[in-house]
């Protein structure tokens, strides 16, 4: 059996397509384009090339998009002020806060600052709490992502046994809860987790989101198995994900490639997120 790739970039384009569409009713019928503000502190170097995608593809979809780049001395309370500035602001529907931030900044207070109806990220206890209910609410984006490329692999999730590879208030632990919500069997291994390879050989799902770069090797994989790396670090300036991606190649169903397939799924959960924002305020 042929392995076939999830493209994240192509499946991007067909949802941000979509997207651009949305965008010119919104501006027809109720005169509003929707708005994110992304806040950057501090000098880290993935983190600007994280957010001039995300600007870049705002403004391909039509999207007022605004980037704050502040100094890394920029103290709590400024970026609090900043937040409270944004929430009262009616052009911006969505913020993101760029993580992560600098030392002596209170992560969860500050995403907890930001207005829940404008918190594209999912990362507000709100919506955190929402989730876990199974409410509605905004997911965060990875997760969401690697949701849509799971179901567009056109298999059936319930009764499926899921193995998530990393425990992450990002991308582990929400993604988890997603699959659960889509009757899987999910099972959250970690760095702790005795005998890995055990729980990843039973896996019809893989959803590696550790950054440890190939930690998954292609012979833990069972045969047929959708694999999923959320993955992204550099070695030798080259991007490498969670998995060993040829040899995990020749036993998956289906597999992302990275670069190239959580990546690009993220920014365009983002835009779906922030159009969705913008939505709520037209009802
Ligand atoms: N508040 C917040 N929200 C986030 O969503 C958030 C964040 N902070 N901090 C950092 C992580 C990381 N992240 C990525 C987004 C896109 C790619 C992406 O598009 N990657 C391309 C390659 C990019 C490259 O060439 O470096 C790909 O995989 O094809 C990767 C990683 C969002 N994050």
């Known amino acids: 059996m042929e392995v076939k790739i999830l493209d994240g970039k192509k499946i991007s384009e067909e949802i941000r397509n979509h997207i651009v569409n949305e965008v010119k009713k919104l501006k ?13 502190v501090g000098d880290d170097a993935a ?13 391909k979809v039509g ?27 009616e052009k911006i529907h969505g913020i993101l806060v760029q993580l992560p931030l600098p030392k ?26 929402k989730l876990f209910l ?14 849509e ?16 590879i990393g425990r992450s208030n990002i991308v582990g632990k929400p993604v988890a809860i997603l699959l659960l919500k889509e009757n899987a069997t999910v099972t959250i291994c970690h760095s702790k987790t005795k005998n890995l390879d055990k729980y990843v050989q039973t896996a019809d799902i893989v959803v590696a989101a550790v950054g440890v770069p190939e930690l998954i090797k292609g012979n833990m994989i069972k045969k047929g198995a959708i694999v999923i790396d959320a993955g992204t670090r550099k070695v030798n300036n080259k991007l490498v994900g969670d998995v060993e991606f040829e040899e995990a190649s020749k036993k998956a169903s289906w597999i992302t490639p990275v670069p190239g397939g959580v990546g690009p799924m993220t920014i365009t959960m983002l835009l779906e997120n922030t159009l969705k924002a913008a939505k709520a305020q037209c009802e």
Request: charged fraction near 20%; aromatic fraction near 6%.
């Open 28 to 40: 027809a019928n109720y005169g509003i384009t929707p708005g994110l503000s992304v806040v950057l």
């Open 63 to 89: 999207f007022h998009s605004e980037v704050y780049k502040l100094p890394k001395e920029t103290t709590q309370q400024e970026l609090l002020n900043l937040i409270n500035k944004l929430n009262n602001d």
């Open 47 to 59: 983190s600007h090339v994280y957010v001039s995608m995300k600007e870049k593809a705002c403004k």
């Open 104 to 129: 002596g900044i209170d992560e969860h207070l500050i995403n907890s600052h930001i207005a829940p109806t404008k918190d594209v990220d999912g990362f507000h206890a709100v919506n955190t709490g």
């Open 149 to 164: 490329l799971i179901k567009r692999t056109g298999e059936d999730i319930t009764g499926k046994h899921a193995v998530v």
């Open 134 to 147: 199974g409410k509605e609410s905004f997911i965060p984006c990875t997760p969401k992502g690697i949701l």
